[in-house]
């Protein structure tokens, strides 16, 4: 079968659509993955096809600074989503036998589907659905608000979500000679979300089809061998803590690197820093600063991880069994930073907007000095070891997609 994987936004959602996508590759199906052009090395890397669609979500971010006006911002916001529906359009009519789409693109992914008479399944990497027992992430109250809170919050994400994509996905609707449709993913069935129900239970109240599948690990570029001055630096002294912000932050680079080595000092640790879209660097003997590293095998050998809480980073420190200090900043990040903190694998998070040299340093002390944070680190990481989010939609697929 020819599965094309529709995703869009930063590395954390792309790289675990790799080791789905492995997986599938591996059962004998013919994969490929529609991504910004930015993350073709990832994908062709790990023995994937890439299919191109227009858009760079780091130009985005900062096109969004520079806006003078919220106008100017919607402006730029709907010249970025017309091109993905263009490039989602192109990539299905390229040729699938079926589309696993991300939720974000999910409209656009039901619209190219549809025209082309293919099937879709969403594959989504965070919880999608409005539900009684917690707020959604992005929500803008993430604790407090009862059931009746949660389910309106919650709704009120998905709202946001569909007026994103509401023009462009009428708009390709049009354009590929299809009736007015639904505009959001809301209504797709059936959807997987990849990440462990240990983590995130799946409510009572979601409707039938929607399931928690597990982790879809980011699979490793073939051939991939760790850089001898990493290997030289991880055996030089103790575990290093991981200190990175991901997509976060571009444009920060020099005030942050300054203030994470401060805070390092303070804390009397070692540091591998992740450069990141920030463009941080490394800043004394102690601190070795590194491009992208799979986190999987970085992450191991680290202290603790002291990371923004994107799904994918948070989901890399969970497998690892190893504190994590989560420094959220926008979006989904409030949501997995405080779910970390319920799970008793971080102290509590130090919201990007208070972070300074004396707070982190204090931070990376407490997460290292309580042991108990590691033991429940490990007893999860244990866990999730136990699981395969990948068979679960591979069993799917095999099954002829019912259900």
Known sequence: ???LIVTAGSRGDVAPFTGLGRRLLDAGHRV????HPSFAALVRGCGLEHRPVPGDPQDLLRAWSRAASREEARAVTRAYVDGLADGVADAVAAGCDLVLTAFGPAPLSRAAAEAS????VGTYLTPSFATGHFPLPGAQDTGGLGPEGNLAAGREVVRRAEQLFAGAAARLRARLGLPAG????????????GYSALVVPRPADWPPGVHVAGYWWPARPCGWRPPDEVVDFL???????????????????????????????????????????AGLSGCGPDVL?????PHDWLFPRTAAVVHHAGAGTTAAGLRAGVPALPVPVMADQPFWAARLHRLGVSPRPLPFNDLTAEALGAAIRACLSEPALRRRAAGLAHGLAAEDGAAVVLDHIGSGLSG
């Open 1 to 3: 079968m020819r599965i």
């Open 32 to 35: 490929a993955v529609a991504a």
């Open 117 to 120: 008479g293919v099937p879709v």
């Open 182 to 193: 639904p505009p959001s993913g809301g209504g797709l069935r059936p959807v997987f979300h």
């Open 235 to 277: 055996q030089a002294g103790p575990p290093p803590v991981f200190i990175g912000f991901g997509s976060m932050a571009p444009g920060h680079g020099e005030r942050l690197t300054e203030l994470v080595a401060a805070a390092v000092d303070r804390a009397g640790v070692r540091a591998v820093v992740q450069a990141g879209w």
């Open 289 to 293: 600063a590194v491009g992208d590293l």
